[in-house]
């Protein structure tokens, strides 16, 4: 559990809650990716799942600033139906989050957070870092891991559903308080974009409560286990 949360803006961390049928990988993907063509200076890893022509399952973990692809799986042989995580891959991923962290970046994204790190493992230790440090972070957490992350965060954190609407409706309120507003503005887009006047009842962001509903970084992804 983080115990200090005095830097800590509750609203700034976000967790996509999702079940097995739900393709969290591509909605984080796609989301950063357009954040990202808008001049958001976005850090972090997304993950992508493939199986190989020899039936192996593959992870990759995928730098969102420059697209370098990391593995983090190790594979169990032909036709295998599961792997487990590299320790060396989830160290580089690791690093990539740190960079992340010491550039400053405007919005970081972590895969997930899932058994490894509940138990104190994966990219733990940086969750703990990003968050401490009030910055805006964004990522994923399968319903079976619920209980573990509200442990870890002490229910502090926005739960979001597994929708593109709600995670645009979250960024753009954190993106446009005064604290953080830089190429944003109350009357900006959450992407940038000037927004007429007469169409701003049409764009103003959904109540927290009620949440309904970037082009893809990856290719091919799979839906997470």
Known sequence: MIDNFDNVDPTALAAIL???KDDADRLIADFVQDLARHD?????IVQRHFINTNGTHVMLAVDVATGREISISQLLGSGAASCTLDTNGLAEAAVVVSQALRDKVDLLVISKFA???AV???LRAEFVDAITRGVPLLTAVPRNSLVDWSAFTGDVGMLLPCDR???EE???DVATRPARRRAFNPSWSYLGTMI??????????????APESPVALLHGLQKQP
Do not use: F, N
């Open 120 to 122: 104190g493992r994966g």
């Open 40 to 44: 958001v200076r976005v850090g972090g």
């Open 196 to 209: 007429p006047d007469s169409l701003m009842t049409v764009a103003r962001i959904m109540p927290r409560s």
């Open 18 to 20: 999702y079940q097995p």
């Open 170 to 172: 979250w960024w753009r």
């Open 165 to 167: 609407q709600a995670v």
């Open 115 to 117: 058994k490894q790190e």
